[in-house]
């Protein structure tokens, strides 16, 4: 595909190239969503590789599948597994079970998928998510990581046993109280059950009252597990005095198909009403001050922090928003990733006879600035092609047109990511200024 047909299609496809025939073959052909990561099988019978099933969809469900060479069958093994199979997998040494990452209620875990009867089973528990996974003498070492700890490196043993191998980090958590994480289940308004992390501050006293952040995931189809990150650091924030209520809102994987799926053509709807689910509920409880809630997000969560800003009666003090969408016609013909857009969408704004593009595009942000009425820091890369720059230079502008209280941190040398030591050091200084001049003063 080429022009405008390669733009919008997610469509990719794995070839086998004989060597001795010196003949290439398509083994996907047919099949029109991402096709990626081939591994042929230790007694090269087979080879497995990861499979989304329709054209345009970036956040399909990633299936597993496994094809015959000798009979060319294709089967789709990890169909038991309602979530999605990670980049990350590895044979066993007898061909018969392949070992994955995924995600499930807000963890990611190893899980072995049996090539005979396609059925699938987790292998690992806990609140962490393991990163990696690959078969070294018989055991799987696997990298792992949760909100409180960085990577460090286990082996893992197939009946699930598990052995810490390095202690990079050690000697610097040492040093350090981090605060607690808790899951807590909160209804939503269509009466669903949501996974909500909670993360305390250090030596958290339940008879103090503390300013508290919503956290909104980017993505949108991105869990909120228990990533570490050295940006959207949940124990930095914490270690601020701040408490952290972070939703898995509708639109994100480990929950199902149906949720993950639904926030496609409903931007400004149900995922919105689970934010507010969840941080009215939070705010019932005696050690969260109401009058100081803060609201935080990149991407998509800065989408939903620039369209919060717009619907949320005066619930936040503050906002931070980071490389987010703020104009959705804009964005739907500026992005690198047209093809996400379109089918997020619903199709394109001029479709005028499309009602799930025309309530798309009636969600955007920048329609509900007459409604803004609080503090906002706008943070963009001018490198960002994901969500381009002219996204957070626009919503600062419309900020300070309005008259409300706005900063905006422009990064000439950052992408969609802020990747730099430094600048991620100015990024942690400006986000922590922000905060404490709005809610602890």
């Known amino acids: 595909k080429t022009g405008k047909e390669y733009a919008v299609s997610t469509n990719s496809n794995i070839y086998v190239y004989d060597l001795n025939t010196k003949k290439t073959e398509n083994i996907t052909e047919g099949m029109m969503g991402y096709d990626t990561n081939p591994q042929y099988s230790p007694d090269g019978k087979s080879i497995a590789w990861l499979s989304m099933e329709r054209e345009g969809y970036e956040a399909d469900q990633n299936r597993l599948f496994v094809m015959d060479l000798e009979t060319g069958e294709k089967t789709f093994i990890s169909k038991d597994f309602d979530s999605n199979v990670d980049d990350y997998y590895c044979w066993s040494k007898d061909a018969k079970v392949i070992y994955f990452t995924g995600v499930w209620h807000g963890a990611s875990q190893i899980y072995a998928a049996d090539i005979a009867t396609k059925t699938v089973k987790p292998i690992t528990e806990g609140v962490h998510d393991y990163a990696s996974v690959t078969l070294c003498e018989g055991n799987l070492i696997a990298k792992r990581h949760s ?16 052995a810490q191998l390095t202690f990079e980090n050690k000697h610097i958590f040492d040093q350090i109280t981090t605060g607690k994480v808790e899951g807590r289940w909160i209804k939503t308004t269509d009466g669903k059950q949501m996974l909500t992390w909670i993360i305390y501050p250090p030596h958290f006293d339940p008879t103090k009252k503390y300013p508290t952040l919503l956290f909104c995931e980017g993505g949108p189809q991105t869990p909120v597990s228990q990533f570490w990150s ?7 924030m914490a270690a601020n ?20 799926e639904q ?19 939070m705010s019932k409880e005696p050690f969260v001050d109401s009058d100081r809630l803060g609201c935080v997000g990149a991407s998509f969560g800065g989408f939903s ?4 800003a717009g619907h949320h009666n005066k619930r936040f003090k503050a906002f931070i928003a980071h490389d987010g969408i703020f104009n959705m016609e804009a964005q739907y013909l500026e992005t690198e990733e047209m093809w996400f857009e379109n089918w997020d969408m619903g199709g394109a704004f001029w479709e005028k006879q499309n009602p ?22 706008c943070i ?56 404490d001049k709005w809610l602890k003063k």
């Open 147 to 162: 909100m409180s700890i960085p990577d460090e490196i286990y082996s893992v043993s197939p009946d699930g046993t598990v």
């Open 380 to 435: 963009h890369g001018e490198k960002d092609y994901r969500v381009p720059v002219s996204q957070g230079l626009t919503a600062f502008n419309a900020a300070i047109l309005r008259g409300i209280p706005a900063e905006l941190l422009i990064y000439p040398d950052e992408n969609h990511w802020v990747l730099k030591p430094q600048n991620g050091v100015l990024w942690q200084r400006t986000f922590f200024e922000w905060l």
């Open 356 to 377: 799930v593009a025309q309530r798309s595009f009636a969600s955007s942000p920048h329609k509900f600035v007459d409604k803004w009425d609080t503090p906002i820091l």
């Open 263 to 281: 926030i496609s053509g409903d931007y400004g709807g149900q995922c919105m009403k689970d934010y507010f689910s969840a941080i009215d509920e």
């Open 241 to 260: 005095d701040y408490v952290i209520v972070a939703p898995n809102r509708r639109g994100l994987p480990g929950f199902g198909l149906e949720w993950n």
């Open 305 to 308: 922090v620039y369209w919060l």
């Open 230 to 236: 050295y940006r959207w650091n949940m124990q930095i």
